[in-house]
């Protein structure tokens, strides 16, 4: 059998595996809590992440699921400053402040340039604000927010991978100049990148895909990105369950991630992250799961390698 399947995965053929949306409310943000986080170095501070509900993001990534928390239209002016005071007025005050929409901040279909100013005046308070955008919407409006805001903006942007073969068939539609670009754009502008990274996508088998992680990290701090979250991938959005049926996709086992982890934060060249959000359902033994678990916890805090869990597995 061939590494890659011999249908095209696009837009259709993604959309159409899917299940349903679930019931969103665009005044609401569909979630928001505070954790903690590294946020410089030695340092372990609160973070405030908020899920914006937003309309849908306009592409259609074979491994993304967070198109189940969005709107089909765009939510009205004004909604997103709405959603920004719901959350705050409901948590403790932190310096560090996430703003996740489930596509990308500088839509303007997705967040109106005329909420900016709004949404400024929410959150001067605080020291650092993320938000996550495609290369693609990169560009004068992310300078003007820039301007606007009193925070260090911070944008992340999904690097994914840099396996030639497997970019272009996550339906991503980015190539590797275009990343580039965006985080040279975004540096020369004074802001600071951070991106995700995929362990094991589809195609690649687990060394491969450990591999891969690996050579997008090194691409990524090459270019001048900050931080490296990598990210393990999971099914459970339609395309990626039908692709594990067919055998070309299988989720990665912890002690990839751990491996990947490693290697990252051994090179010294800027700060990588496990994403450990339900880490539970991972491919792996349950035995030394939780210590695992913990142990990449502390990885993500001081930026140091622990010692190896040991377990027969
Ligand atoms: S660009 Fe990001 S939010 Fe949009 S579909 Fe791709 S992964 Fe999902
Ligand atoms: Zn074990």
């Not at 919407?137 to 260090?152: C, G, H, M, S």
């Not at 996550?170 to 190539?175: A, I, P, Q």
């Not at 589809?202 to 931080?227: C, H, N, Q, R």
């Not at 990947?260 to 934060?265: H, L, Q, R, S, T």
């Amino acid at each position: 059998m061939s590494k890659f399947p011999d249908f095209k995965i696009d837009n259709q053929w993604v959309t159409s595996r899917r299940g349903k949306k679930n019931p969103v409310n665009p005044f609401i943000p569909y979630d928001f809590f505070m954790e903690k986080e590294r946020t410089g170095p030695g340092v372990i501070g609160d973070v405030t992440t908020i899920f914006l509900t937003n309309r849908e993001c306009p592409f259609r990534c074979l491994m993304c699921d967070l198109w189940k928390n969005t709107t089909d239209k765009p939510v009205p002016e004004g909604a997103i400053p709405r959603q920004i005071e719901y959350a705050l007025s409901r948590l403790p005050e932190t310096k560090h402040l996430k703003l996740y929409n489930s596509g990308s901040f500088f839509d303007t279909r997705a967040v109106p340039k005329t909420d900016y100013e709004k949404i400024a005046s929410l959150i001067d308070h605080f020291e650092t604000v993320i938000v996550e955008s495609h290369p693609q919407f990169i560009n004068r409006n992310t300078l003007y927010f820039n301007e606007l805001i009193k925070p260090a903006l911070h944008v992340a942007i999904g690097l994914e991978t840099v396996h030639p073969a497997v970019l272009p068939r996550l339906n991503k539609r980015m190539t590797l100049t275009g990343f580039e670009q965006a985080v040279r754009f975004l540096t020369s502008n004074g802001m600071e990148t951070r991106t995700f990274i995929l362990l094991r996508p589809p195609f690649l088998s687990e060394e491969e895909g450990m591999l891969w992680a690996k050579k997008s990290i090194d691409y990524a701090f090459k270019i001048g990105v900050g931080t490296c979250t990598v990210i393990p991938v999971r099914s459970g959005n339609g395309a990626m369950d039908t692709l594990a049926e067919n055998s070309y996709f299988t989720p990665p086992d912890i002690k990839s991630l751990e491996n990947v982890i490693e290697y990252g934060i051994g090179l010294n060249k800027g700060t990588v992250f496990a994403d450990l959000w339900n880490i539970e359902n991972f491919n792996s033994c349950k035995k030394c799961l939780e210590k695992r678990k913990e142990r990449l916890s502390l990885m993500n805090f001081y930026q140091k390698i622990y010692p190896q869990v040991t377990c027969l597995c």
